[in-house]
């Protein structure tokens, strides 16, 4: 069983949509989440952190199960340009500053 | 301010052959971490450097080997190439804080494709 665990889509969403992804994680000793979003041939870049009372930043809201050790991701009003592939992170305690990647989810969003 | 910087952008190799991929951190960041993200995976952690020293290491063979210069640059070297070796190799850069987590800013990639 992989570590960290995505739907990989692809999501078809119209423009406006509301799309919501989820991931969960095996170790328990994960300590810290990340949403990174990577365009098509690009490099991930950070849209996110993820703490357990959730957090908001415009459009995205992320939130975090320790119980369930399961962290998700809401787009609102999707725009085109959210049309990417979606990694859910993790980092463990003591694993330094090793991330642990999901395989990621792809988002298409149509017009 | 630049942001990460690899070398080269794409790489053809055959199989057999060593290739050698180059990392520039970002301004101010001393840490710098190797990823290999195979097509349609997301990205596998292979090793970490900081003051020079390998720090931490992934599920990866020895053919994978590194090393960080005293500019914080880094170089990660392959050998024996693998046709399984072709992958987009992600290298990211940190401040170490002495905290277990760092933001890490990557670079671009470089893809290396081994015939």
């Known amino acids: 069983r992989k570590e960290v665990e995505q739907d990989p889509g692809p999501f078809n969403v119209p423009e406006g949509a509301t799309v919501a992804f989820n991931c969960t994680y095996s170790?328990?000793?994960?300590?810290?989440f990340f949403w990174y979003r990577q365009d098509c041939r690009k490099e991930p870049k950070l849209l996110m952190s993820?703490?357990?009372s959730g957090n908001e930043d415009g459009r995205f809201t992320a939130q975090l199960n320790r119980a369930s050790q399961y962290i998700s991701l809401l787009i609102r009003d999707s725009k085109l340009s959210d049309s990417a592939t979606y990694l859910c992170?993790?980092?463990?305690?003591?694993?330094?500053?090793?991330?642990?990647f999901g395989g990621g989810t792809r988002l298409m969003v149509k017009p | 301010d630049a942001g990460v910087t690899q070398s080269p952008t794409h790489l053809i190799k055959t199989r057999g052959q060593q290739v050698t991929l180059r990392c520039s951190p970002k301004?101010?960041?001393?840490?710098v971490s190797w990823y290999q993200q195979a097509l349609g995976q997301g990205p596998q952690f292979i090793f970490q450097?900081?003051?020079?020293?390998?720090?931490q290491r992934g599920n990866f063979p020895d053919r994978f080997s590194g090393h960080q210069f005293p500019n914080y640059s880094s170089e990660l070297n392959v050998n024996a190439l693998l046709l399984g070796d072709s992958a987009l190799y992600l290298c990211?850069?940190?401040?170490?804080?002495?905290?277990?987590?760092?933001?890490?800013?990557f670079g671009p990639g470089t893809r290396l494709l081994v015939l």
């Open positions: 990211a850069s940190s401040q170490f804080s002495g905290a277990y987590q760092e933001t890490q800013y």
């Open positions: 170790n328990s000793a994960s300590q810290s």
């Open positions: 993820v703490y357990s």
């Open positions: 992170v993790v980092n463990r305690a003591n694993a330094g500053n090793m991330l642990t």
């Open positions: 301004s101010g960041h001393d840490t």
């Open positions: 450097y900081y003051e020079e020293e390998e720090r």
